[in-house]
Protein backbone atom coordinates (compact mmCIF):
# COMPACT_ATOMS: atom_id res chain seq x y z
CA UNK A 1 0.00 0.00 0.00
CA UNK A 2 1.30 3.38 -0.95
CA UNK A 3 1.63 5.59 2.33
CA UNK A 4 2.22 9.06 2.34
CA UNK A 5 2.89 10.38 5.87
CA UNK A 6 2.90 13.85 7.37
CA UNK A 7 4.66 15.05 10.52
CA UNK A 8 1.97 16.31 12.80
CA UNK A 9 -1.66 15.98 12.33
CA UNK A 10 -2.42 18.88 14.67
CA UNK A 11 0.19 22.30 15.02
CA UNK A 12 -0.64 25.51 16.70
CA UNK A 13 1.79 28.40 16.45
CA UNK A 14 2.42 31.63 16.81
CA UNK A 15 2.28 34.93 14.79
CA UNK A 16 6.01 35.21 12.60
CA UNK A 17 7.25 31.66 13.71
CA UNK A 18 8.71 29.78 11.18
CA UNK A 19 6.56 26.60 10.07
CA UNK A 20 8.38 23.37 8.72
CA UNK A 21 5.71 20.87 7.66
CA UNK A 22 7.34 17.65 6.68
CA UNK A 23 5.68 15.18 4.04
CA UNK A 24 7.44 11.45 3.10
CA UNK A 25 6.22 9.11 1.04
CA UNK A 26 7.30 5.46 0.52
CA UNK A 27 6.33 4.57 -3.28
CA UNK A 28 9.22 6.41 -5.11
CA UNK A 29 7.01 8.77 -6.80
CA UNK A 30 8.37 11.45 -8.74
CA UNK A 31 5.84 14.00 -8.08
CA UNK A 32 4.69 15.36 -4.82
CA UNK A 33 2.37 18.21 -3.57
CA UNK A 34 1.26 20.23 -1.20
CA UNK A 35 -2.46 21.89 -0.85
CA UNK A 36 -4.48 23.85 1.64
CA UNK A 37 -8.00 23.15 2.08
CA UNK A 38 -10.64 25.49 3.87
CA UNK A 39 -14.41 25.55 4.05
CA UNK A 40 -15.58 26.56 0.94
CA UNK A 41 -12.29 26.83 -1.05
CA UNK A 42 -12.13 23.32 -1.70
CA UNK A 43 -8.58 22.14 -2.40
CA UNK A 44 -5.84 24.78 -3.53
CA UNK A 45 -2.27 24.03 -5.27
CA UNK A 46 0.56 25.94 -3.22
CA UNK A 47 3.69 24.08 -4.51
CA UNK A 48 4.74 20.94 -6.28
CA UNK A 49 7.88 19.46 -7.41
CA UNK A 50 8.47 16.73 -10.21
CA UNK A 51 11.64 15.35 -9.46
CA UNK A 52 14.95 16.02 -6.24
CA UNK A 53 15.47 19.64 -6.00
CA UNK A 54 12.67 20.85 -8.76
CA UNK A 55 9.66 22.84 -7.99
CA UNK A 56 6.80 24.50 -9.34
CA UNK A 57 4.53 27.33 -8.28
CA UNK A 58 0.76 26.33 -7.62
CA UNK A 59 -2.15 28.86 -7.25
CA UNK A 60 -1.61 30.35 -4.19
CA UNK A 61 2.55 30.22 -3.26
CA UNK A 62 2.86 33.34 -1.63
CA UNK A 63 4.00 33.13 1.82
CA UNK A 64 5.43 29.15 1.63
CA UNK A 65 8.15 28.13 -0.13
CA UNK A 66 9.43 24.07 -0.21
CA UNK A 67 12.90 21.90 -0.15
CA UNK A 68 12.81 18.63 -1.69
CA UNK A 69 16.37 17.35 -0.94
CA UNK A 70 15.52 13.75 -1.50
CA UNK A 71 13.43 12.26 -3.45
CA UNK A 72 10.85 10.83 -0.78
CA UNK A 73 10.90 13.98 1.22
CA UNK A 74 8.98 17.57 0.58
CA UNK A 75 9.00 20.23 3.46
CA UNK A 76 6.45 22.88 3.19
CA UNK A 77 7.63 26.29 4.88
CA UNK A 78 6.19 28.68 6.00
CA UNK A 79 8.75 31.72 6.57
CA UNK A 80 7.10 33.86 9.17
CA UNK A 81 3.54 32.42 10.01
CA UNK A 82 0.31 34.72 9.69
CA UNK A 83 -3.15 33.91 10.89
CA UNK A 84 -4.82 33.59 7.54
CA UNK A 85 -2.37 30.33 6.86
CA UNK A 86 -4.30 28.74 9.69
CA UNK A 87 -5.67 25.39 7.40
CA UNK A 88 -5.80 22.05 6.92
CA UNK A 89 -2.65 21.40 4.89
CA UNK A 90 -2.53 18.32 2.72
CA UNK A 91 0.57 16.18 0.95
CA UNK A 92 0.03 14.12 -1.78
CA UNK A 93 2.30 11.85 -4.40
CA UNK A 94 1.91 10.45 -7.73
CA UNK A 95 4.35 8.58 -10.26
CA UNK A 96 5.14 10.56 -13.43
CA UNK A 97 3.92 9.80 -16.94
CA UNK A 98 2.25 11.12 -19.86
CA UNK A 99 -1.06 9.66 -18.78
CA UNK A 100 -2.22 10.94 -15.36
CA UNK A 101 -1.48 8.77 -11.81
CA UNK A 102 -3.77 8.79 -9.24
CA UNK A 103 -2.45 11.23 -5.87
CA UNK A 104 -2.17 9.71 -2.73
CA UNK A 105 -2.63 11.91 -0.01
CA UNK A 106 -1.25 11.82 3.58
CA UNK A 107 -3.79 12.46 6.32
CA UNK A 108 -3.62 16.32 6.56
CA UNK A 109 -2.02 18.82 8.84
CA UNK A 110 -4.33 21.18 10.82
CA UNK A 111 -2.12 24.39 11.94
CA UNK A 112 -3.37 26.86 13.79
CA UNK A 113 -1.63 30.40 13.95
CA UNK A 114 -2.94 32.46 16.52
CA UNK B 1 -9.13 27.53 -19.92
CA UNK B 2 -10.24 24.31 -17.88
CA UNK B 3 -12.26 24.19 -14.49
CA UNK B 4 -14.93 21.83 -12.91
CA UNK B 5 -18.08 22.54 -11.06
CA UNK B 6 -19.48 20.84 -9.07
CA UNK B 7 -23.67 21.84 -9.00
CA UNK B 8 -24.80 21.13 -5.30
CA UNK B 9 -22.34 22.16 -2.04
CA UNK B 10 -24.55 20.06 0.00
CA UNK B 11 -26.60 16.70 -0.69
CA UNK B 12 -28.64 14.75 1.96
CA UNK B 13 -30.64 11.55 1.07
CA UNK B 14 -32.34 8.56 3.12
CA UNK B 15 -29.93 5.49 3.63
CA UNK B 16 -31.40 3.10 0.91
CA UNK B 17 -32.39 5.84 -1.54
CA UNK B 18 -30.04 6.78 -4.58
CA UNK B 19 -27.11 9.21 -4.98
CA UNK B 20 -26.43 11.60 -7.65
CA UNK B 21 -23.73 14.40 -6.93
CA UNK B 22 -23.24 16.37 -10.15
CA UNK B 23 -20.70 17.76 -11.79
CA UNK B 24 -19.54 19.94 -15.04
CA UNK B 25 -16.22 20.57 -16.71
CA UNK B 26 -15.11 22.89 -19.25
CA UNK B 27 -11.86 21.64 -20.90
CA UNK B 28 -10.37 22.61 -24.38
CA UNK B 29 -8.36 18.55 -24.40
CA UNK B 30 -9.66 15.70 -23.62
CA UNK B 31 -9.36 15.75 -19.98
CA UNK B 32 -9.11 12.56 -17.34
CA UNK B 33 -11.81 13.42 -14.70
CA UNK B 34 -11.76 11.70 -11.28
CA UNK B 35 -13.89 11.29 -7.84
CA UNK B 36 -11.90 11.56 -4.51
CA UNK B 37 -13.94 11.01 -1.37
CA UNK B 38 -12.88 12.63 2.21
CA UNK B 39 -14.32 10.74 4.96
CA UNK B 40 -14.41 13.40 8.58
CA UNK B 41 -10.93 13.16 9.94
CA UNK B 42 -9.94 10.90 7.10
CA UNK B 43 -7.21 11.44 3.69
CA UNK B 44 -8.64 12.37 0.67
CA UNK B 45 -9.14 8.66 -1.34
CA UNK B 46 -9.71 7.67 -5.38
CA UNK B 47 -13.47 6.77 -5.94
CA UNK B 48 -13.06 6.30 -9.54
CA UNK B 49 -11.25 7.82 -12.57
CA UNK B 50 -11.65 8.38 -16.12
CA UNK B 51 -9.19 8.20 -18.92
CA UNK B 52 -11.03 8.11 -22.30
CA UNK B 53 -11.56 4.12 -21.88
CA UNK B 54 -15.33 3.10 -21.39
CA UNK B 55 -17.45 6.00 -20.62
CA UNK B 56 -19.49 4.27 -17.84
CA UNK B 57 -16.59 3.89 -14.86
CA UNK B 58 -17.31 1.89 -11.89
CA UNK B 59 -15.36 3.00 -8.37
CA UNK B 60 -15.22 1.55 -4.82
CA UNK B 61 -18.16 1.21 -2.37
CA UNK B 62 -20.92 1.04 -5.04
CA UNK B 63 -19.78 4.14 -7.09
CA UNK B 64 -19.89 4.72 -10.33
CA UNK B 65 -20.02 7.88 -12.95
CA UNK B 66 -20.47 8.60 -16.67
CA UNK B 67 -18.49 10.41 -18.65
CA UNK B 68 -20.61 12.70 -21.23
CA UNK B 69 -18.88 14.77 -23.60
CA UNK B 70 -22.03 16.00 -24.55
CA UNK B 71 -23.16 16.91 -21.91
CA UNK B 72 -19.76 17.77 -20.42
CA UNK B 73 -20.47 15.97 -17.39
CA UNK B 74 -19.51 13.45 -15.09
CA UNK B 75 -21.95 12.61 -12.64
CA UNK B 76 -21.85 10.17 -9.28
CA UNK B 77 -24.07 8.12 -8.73
CA UNK B 78 -25.18 5.07 -5.95
CA UNK B 79 -28.08 3.18 -6.95
CA UNK B 80 -28.61 2.62 -2.48
CA UNK B 81 -27.07 5.21 0.13
CA UNK B 82 -25.47 4.02 3.34
CA UNK B 83 -24.56 5.72 6.13
CA UNK B 84 -20.82 4.89 5.76
CA UNK B 85 -21.04 7.12 2.28
CA UNK B 86 -21.39 10.47 4.56
CA UNK B 87 -18.44 12.49 3.45
CA UNK B 88 -17.08 15.36 1.27
CA UNK B 89 -16.70 14.47 -2.25
CA UNK B 90 -14.44 16.22 -4.71
CA UNK B 91 -15.06 16.50 -8.89
CA UNK B 92 -11.40 16.24 -10.34
CA UNK B 93 -10.02 17.23 -14.13
CA UNK B 94 -6.70 17.32 -15.45
CA UNK B 95 -5.70 20.25 -17.62
CA UNK B 96 -4.40 18.25 -19.90
CA UNK B 97 -2.69 18.83 -23.14
CA UNK B 98 0.24 16.32 -21.80
CA UNK B 99 0.21 18.73 -18.38
CA UNK B 100 -0.83 15.92 -16.01
CA UNK B 101 0.57 16.80 -13.23
CA UNK B 102 -1.71 19.53 -11.96
CA UNK B 103 -5.54 18.73 -11.31
CA UNK B 104 -7.93 21.39 -11.29
CA UNK B 105 -10.33 20.85 -7.97
CA UNK B 106 -13.86 21.33 -7.59
CA UNK B 107 -15.00 22.56 -4.60
CA UNK B 108 -16.99 19.87 -2.61
CA UNK B 109 -20.37 18.16 -2.36
CA UNK B 110 -20.95 17.34 1.14
CA UNK B 111 -23.36 14.48 1.14
CA UNK B 112 -25.41 13.67 4.27
CA UNK B 113 -26.83 10.13 4.65
CA UNK B 114 -29.98 10.70 7.20
CA UNK B 115 -31.21 7.12 8.92
Known amino acids: DVKVTQSSRYLVKRTGEKVFLECVQDMDHENMFWYRQDPGLGLRLIYF???????EKGDIPEGYSVSREKKERFSLILESASTNQTSMYLC?????????????FGPGTRLTVL | AQSVTQLDSHVSVSEGTPVLLRCNYS??????LFWYVQHPNKGLQLLLK????ATLVKGINGFEAEFKKSETSFHLTKPSAHMSDAAEYFC?????????????WGLGTSLAVNP
Open chain 1, 92 to 104: ASSFAGVTYNEQF
Open chain 2, 50 to 53: YTSA
Open chain 2, 92 to 104: VVTPGAGNNRKLI
Open chain 2, 27 to 32: SSYSPS
Open chain 1, 49 to 55: SYDVKMK
